[in-house]
């Protein structure tokens, strides 16, 4: 129980050691400082006290050993205004190093705040993308955002404890010269106390990971509620899920409260507990100890202090565990981003030159196959048209090949490469990925397009020149603003196929080579559905071209079709072959048709 609590706080302390190295030494090195001179500034009243009510430096055999020991070290004559002077260099020193503590305390807690966000951002760029598929969204959105906040306080109060902590330390050193036995009895003191206290520190810790989990489920809540508006409004069902939200709004204020109202007793009690303690202490220590309070009273002046730290530390310490729970939730969040990173390799993707081949693929999610023994050659400017019923796995293959999922069994090759050999930000560098309800962002479409590049010369141009391929050329020019519109949820309504347009717009900027496209399968009046197939119809040839159709028009245009069924590929051919040799494909023609 012993071990594996010490391990936890040191675990603690090796995650911020983790980000910030040895900087947290420093901190604890500047608390040190900071104690001794105050400690040493106090330790000068007494005899400052005892000059200014009469008596001399040959009295100095009365008292404590400590304070005897620091005079006659101190080699120098002690009068009223050398005391005060000394007294008045030591407080300075110490409230110069209490600046440099404070300061750098909070600077480092700043820059361990952003390289938290920093590494997250990052990891969840390389994240796998199926792992990503099965996250929590609202824990994502929590942990990036509230949760890395609390994890700063934590960090704050956790670096608070251990300065509290150190000061602790050094007084009760400095009081333990003073006088052993005494500083002896207030320690076991306490303990005593310091245990009294642990239950309640348990249900602090307990009601901080609770928070959390009810604060991520709040978040996955929300997304939710934001992203199915539409559904929700026109099912009158929106009334309901506000009743769920406001539900853990409560759960989670509830939680709140509680972890108020512990920390509101702790904070009540602890004062006349620890006067109790001392008071009593000095009690037990006359008792057993024939010795005058005198002797005692530098040491006491010492721990009554020490113990006011150490209030501050217990205090400090619980508003800790009040945030360690998201300091796990953010945690464990890092490490599953860090156990399951997109894997890529070495070899730069230079120029596509052939083609994109499958040979005997089979994919799973979790145990259920999907794919099975695939294997299909994608040709450089070839249109590959897939289709099949829902659930085929049309998604599933267009996503292997555009490298977002990994291959269980069989090879994936581009060109010559062994897929796993590419460094895959070269590749995605050629590849344009354009989904079925196309991504706008609320942005001006210059931005949209150009994906914040910066707005010169060059850009420009090279925007329009993506736009004119993609056929958004007429509509830009339609626009009182031009490229400088905003788009997205403020900006001007943009139809199903201008949204296409605008993505692939997007992707010919970046010199995509091959495009990966899922066409709606919302049902688009005619005139879209037009707009769209000539957005392909544009493209065909210039480009490699893998589609997901669900059109009669896409799958005409496309030089070769591929027919899956339950993850295998029951027929490969142009539309006319596969008119001929597949029952399967004809059903399909005629249920469009009907
Ligand atoms: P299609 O695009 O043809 O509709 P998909 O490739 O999306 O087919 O899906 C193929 C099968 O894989 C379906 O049975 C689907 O339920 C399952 N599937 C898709 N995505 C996931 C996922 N992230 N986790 C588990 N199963 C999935």
Known sequence: MFKISVRKHFSNFYYFYDYLGIKVFIGILLSILVGLFDGLGLALFIP????????????????????????????????????????????????????????????????????????????????????????????????????????????????????????????VTLAMLSSVWFSLIVIFGGIILNFLFSSFYKRTKYFSQNFSKESNSFQGLLMQKINNFQYLKATGSAHKFSFKLKQKVKRVENIQLKLGVYEAILGAVREPLTILVVFGSIFVFLAIFAETLSSIILSLLLLYRSVGFFAGMQEHWNAFLGTSGSLENVQSFSDELMKHPEKSGENKFENFERSLKLSNVSFSYNSSEVLKDISLELFRNETLAIVGESGSGKTTLMNILAGILEVDRGSYFVDDHQFSDLEINSFRGKTGYIVQDPVVFNDTLFNNISFWDEKNPGNLSKMFEASKKAALSPFIESLELKEDTILGFNGVNISGGQKQRLSIARELYKDAEILFMDEATSNLDSETEYEVQSNIANLKGKFTILIIAHRL?????????????KGRIEKIGSYDELLETSREFRRMVELQEL
Do not use: C, P
């Not at 028009?553 to 069924?565: E, F, G, P, W, Y």
């Open 48 to 171: 400052l006290i005892q000059l200014s009510t009469g008596n001399h430096s040959e009295d100095i055999e009365n008292l404590d050993r400590y304070s005897q020991w620091f005079i006659r070290h101190l080699n120098f004559e002690l009068s009223l205004l050398n005391i005060f002077l000394l007294i008045l260099i030591l407080f300075s020193l110490k409230g110069l190093f209490k600046f440099a503590d404070l300061y750098f305390r909070v600077w480092s807690q700043q820059l361990f705040m952003r390289k938290i966000r920093n590494r997250n951002i990052d990891l969840l760029r390389d994240y796998n993308f199926q792992r990503f598929t099965n996250f929590d969204t609202g824990r994502i959105q929590n942990v990036m955002g509230a949760e890395t906040n609390r994890v700063s306080q934590a960090y704050g109060k956790y670096f608070k404890t251990l300065h509290y902590a150190v000061l602790v330390f050094v007084y």
């Open 553 to 565: 028009s896409t799958v005409k245009n496309a030089d070769r079709i591929v027919l899956l069924k």
